[in-house]
């Protein structure tokens, strides 16, 4: 009974408990490495190390005899453009598959994306589609620059057969706002660069017009269109002033532009159209200023007396009216003068000043005689047509000829005109005053 007892003790040493854990050890090692080695002939693939740390993958090549059993490929696989932000597909068509695998690579990495039935790549943008064991597609969503370029589509015969496909993709054109110009303002005969900046896949280009589409002066020609990222103006002109429209470009749409403003300051300039101008005692008058200016000018009238004229034009029946047309830095100083007196003829000056100067005209108002009114105008005429001169003797006339020659001269002229009752009944009694002077 003690032996067996000291056998039992023996038989739970610690030596002979290592022991039999290291060969339990063993075992299931060598049943790990069994399996891994089943599970990669299942896979049939090999791979490789890059320095970037990514594993790269190729489908094992399959051996056929006879050439007829190969896959063949149906069509090629087609280049695709697409927009930044889209999403891109690649096709490849394999006939005869049969028993080998399809693989989509990206060349220039050597990244394996799909294997078969299967997606390797860890990018969520990437999937795979097929269709009746023929059609391989593989999609990318939301595509972005870094996916531009080389996929191959590959079948694992040996030697190996592929076809590759070019994705490109396009950026639209984008303003780079930090690098372009903002709206300016300088000094007049001074020189001016505008800078335009623009980003997109291919380059964009880049021109400049006015908002307006009007040609201007660049560097002594008159253009409509200057190609380039930057506008250089030599010796600036009030003329240049305006909105420029900075356009960029690439055959992607849509074309983006910047409107950028350039001002140009000046001190005033005035011209007169009538420096003399005339009028009749009642009758109303406008004198007229015209000024160019930047920035805009204070404009104001005085009289010979240096008085300032203030306008009426809320008074009913005021005296004076001063009202100014605006386009642009250009101004219309009109002055109305109602009812004109005989105090209001006399000199008149339009003054326009502004931050960086001033300037000044003068127009003279002259009295004019009134015209003869309407009633006079007319008198005249019918007097001078209907006089019957008498030299000496008494000319031979024929009563009823005279008075239907005058009647009918005067019927005509009448018709033609807009005489009033009171004229017409004036004029028959002069007619028949004169038939009866002539038959006495």
Request: aromatic residues 10%; glycine residues 4%.
């Amino acid at each position: 009974m003690s032996a067996s007892i000291g056998e039992l003790q023996k038989s739970f040493a610690p030596s002979t408990v290592l022991y039999d854990y290291q060969k339990m050890t063993f075992f299931i090692h060598l049943y790990c490495v069994i399996w891994i080695t089943l599970l990669t002939a299942c896979c049939s693939t090999t791979g490789r190390e890059l320095p970037n740390g990514q594993n790269v993958v190729s489908v094992a090549p399959i051996k056929v005899f006879d050439e007829s059993m190969y896959p063949r490929f149906a069509e090629p696989i087609p280049n695709v453009t697409v927009t930044v932000g889209k999403d891109a597909l690649l096709a490849c068509v394999v006939d005869n598959l049969r028993g080998f695998k399809v693989a989509w690579v990206r060349m220039d990495t050597q990244t394996i994306l799909s294997i078969h039935h299967n997606i390797i790549t860890q990018n969520p943008r990437i999937s795979l589609s097929y269709n009746d064991h023929r059609s391989w597609y593989l999609h990318i969503k939301n595509v972005e620059e870094i996916d531009r370029g080389w996929y191959m589509c590959q079948v694992n015969t040996d030697p190996m057969r592929f076809r590759k496909g070019y994705l490109q993709v396009v950026v639209p054109p984008s303003i780079i706002d930090n690098m372009t110009s903002t709206d300016m303002v300088v000094r007049e005969a001074s020189d001016v660069t505008l800078v335009c900046r623009a980003s997109g896949y291919p380059e964009p280009y880049v021109m400049w017009r006015r908002e307006d589409a009007q040609d201007f002066n660049y560097n002594g020609e008159s253009v409509n269109v200057v190609d380039g990222e930057t506008l250089t103006i030599s010796k600036v002109s009030r003329l240049h002033m305006g909105a420029y429209l900075c356009i960029a470009s690439n055959g992607v749409p849509p074309s983006i532009s910047k409107r950028i403003m350039l001002m140009v300051q000046f001190p005033p300039m005035l011209s007169i159209p009538n420096q003399l101008e005339g009028a009749y005692v009642g009758q109303d008058v406008t004198l007229e200023c015209h000024t160019e200016a930047y920035p805009s000018s204070i404009n104001y009238w005085t009289t010979d007396r240096g008085d300032m004229i203030i306008s009426e034009m809320e008074i009913v029946g005021g005296k004076y009216e001063a009202f100014p047309v605006d386009s642009g830095y250009n101004k219309f100083m009109m002055l109305k003068i109602r009812n004109i007196t005989k105090e209001d003829f006399g000199f008149y000056k339009c003054i326009a000043k502004n931050s960086l100067g001033e300037t000044d005209g003068i127009i003279k108002l002259d009295e004019i005689p009134a015209p003869p009114s309407v009633f006079t105008t007319t008198l005249k005429s019918v007097l001078d047509n209907q006089t019957i001169r008498k030299k000496g003797q008494l000319q031979i006339a024929q009563p009823n000829d005279a008075v239907s020659s005058t009647f009918q001269d005067f019927y005509e002229e009448n018709s033609a005109s807009t005489t009033n009752k009171e004229t017409l009944l004036f004029l028959i009694l002069i007619v028949i005053s004169a038939v009866t002077r002539m038959l006495s």
